[in-house]
Every structure is written in C-alpha cells, then in structure tokens.
C-alpha cells in the first residue's frame, strides 16, 4: 500500500522564482508529495520575500501544508521570516548533511534555499533528500526540540 501523500507549500521571491519553478516541477513528479504554491509566479512580481515567507509558514503552522520550501537570492531572509511565526523552525542549507540533520535532529519543517548560492541541480538533490526524512518523536533530539517548543509557547517573560 502506497504511503499517503502530504502538501509542501513552496514560495520564492523574484530573486529565487526561476529555481523555485524548477524545484515545483520536480515535486509535482514526485508521487509523494501535493504542491500548493504561494508564488511569486514570475520575476516581474516585485513582493518582498518576508510576505512568500511569511505565507508559507502559516500555512504549515495552520497544518494546511506538512512542510514548506521557499527560495530567495540567499534563503536567509526567508528563514527569517519563516521562523517568526509561532510553531515554525525554518532553516537555510545548501549541502546534504545540514538538510539531514535538519529535519532528524531539529524537526524543521521548513526549508529555505538560496538561488544565488546553491546551483540548481544541487538544489533538486537536497529537496528529493530532504523529502525522504521523517523526525523521530523516539529520539534524543525530540527532548531538546521540546525545549524550544516549550519556550515559545511560554514566551520569553
């Protein structure tokens, strides 16, 4: 029996829409994955990556979509973003290790990618990568994950 499919939300700013166009065809092959795009659709659309960033994470947070993945020009202002909205834990990688460890140690259901640092065909490889990993609510790590999860519920009062 086929594993049910799952949302990733995806979104770039006109600095990352070419790659973040190419990455959406490769999810949309991919039999694991539904793709809702947040845009922008092309690079005459000018909205500044906090807004892309800021949609995507909610829709996660919302449980809309189980993983989201956003491309700027260096997927730093887009984890940014993404990591302010309550629930979220976004980063930026651009080699395999840090995707891996991402999503097993850190439980990060967001990842950013920089168009003008990670070249293309490395980009689809870290996203094929990335889809592959579950976090394990068993491990080590989910105790420490907890903490930040705590904290953030709690505020920093």
Known sequence: MAAKRYVV?????????????????????????????FGVPDT?????????GLDVAQAVARG???RGLLVCGTGIGMAISANKVPGIRATVAH????????VLSNDCQV????????GLELAKRLVDEWL??????????????????EYEERGSA
């Open 95 to 102: 080699d395999s290790y840090s995707v891996e460890r991402s």
């Open 64 to 66: 809309e979509a189980r």
């Open 9 to 37: 939300a995806i979104g770039a700013d006109n600095a990352g829409v070419e790659m973040k166009n190419a990455l959406r065809k490769q999810l949309e092959a991919d039999p694991r994955v539904e793709v809702v795009d």
């Open 111 to 118: 990842l950013t990618l920089g168009a003008r640092v990670v």
């Open 132 to 149: 592959g990993y579950e976090f394990d609510e068993g491990s080590p790590s989910a105790a420490k994950v907890a903490v930040i999860s």
């Open 44 to 52: 005459s659309d000018d909205r500044a990556y906090p807004h892309v």
